[in-house]
């Protein structure tokens, strides 16, 4: 195990209403959310600690190195899930974000870590009910925590959580970096229809996408400035 006292950010979820999913489904909704991982690492580089741990079937914990990226990165696996839903199936993730230092980390086994931020995330988690997205810090009496914890994350799980597959999955292409053009060349149909770029702006429309883009960039600097994290 490695030691830090560094702040972090630690994303712990499990997949909504599990157990309704066969084992055959919930194994794959689980296997889209590791192999994403590599992908929001690239384009946010240096974001993530090792790699996803998973366990019980249907749950998950991920490190982030640079915690002004935990609700972008909460966003992200969010349409992971979300864009492959479809009328008989539908795929999401709780995930509680816990900011704060961890004591030690180990790298083969993420949930094996111990620190402050761990156990936040953990125990955000478990008190969590109707809501899937929820955020905790040692700080959420402070004026910015506040306000981050109770009315942004409450309204951005809202939008999130009313999004279409199709909403959902142009959302994560953004979020990967693709432009329009770019998603409707690789957009992932079961019929194998390609939308428009007009169609995908669309989408982005509909999700609130420019909006929401805004949010993410004032919290991420936000974050950034009242943790004292360098920013390129």
């Not at 192999?35 to 996803?52: D, E, K, L």
């Not at 019929?191 to 996408?209: E, F, I, M, Y």
Request: include cysteine; charged fraction near 20%.
């Amino acid at each position: 195990m490695t030691e830090s006292q560094a702040t972090y950010a630690v994303l712990t979820g499990d997949l909504v209403k599990s157990s309704r999913l066969p084992s055959t489904l919930s194994t794959k909704a689980m296997a889209w959310l590791k192999a994403s991982v590599s992908t929001f690492n690239t384009v946010s580089p240096g974001s993530v600690y090792g790699s996803m741990d998973t366990f019980r079937h249907d749950s998950w914990q991920l490190l982030l190195n640079r915690p002004e990226n935990a609700l972008r990165a909460a966003l992200f696996f969010r349409t992971v899930l979300r864009m492959n839903s479809n009328p008989d199936i539908k795929y999401d993730t709780r995930i509680a974000i816990g900011i704060g230092e961890v004591e030690y980390i180990d790298p083969t086994n993420i949930s094996n870590s111990r620190g402050p931020a761990f156990t936040r995330s953990g125990k955000l988690l478990d008190s969590m009910k109707n809501s899937r997205l929820a955020w905790s810090t040692e700080h959420d009496a402070l004026p910015f925590w506040s306000t981050l914890k109770r009315t942004t994350i409450p309204l951005l799980d809202c939008l999130v959580s009313d999004w279409t597959p199709t909403e959902s999955q142009a959302v994560n292409s953004v979020l990967t970096g693709l432009t329009q053009d770019q998603t409707a060349a690789r957009w992932q149909s079961s019929d194998g229809k390609k939308p428009t770029r007009q169609a995908v702006g669309g989408s982005l429309q509909r999700a609130h996408w420019n909006t929401i883009h805004d949010v993410l960039l004032w919290t991420e600097q936000q974050i950034a400035d009242t943790l004292n994290i360098p920013t390129e």
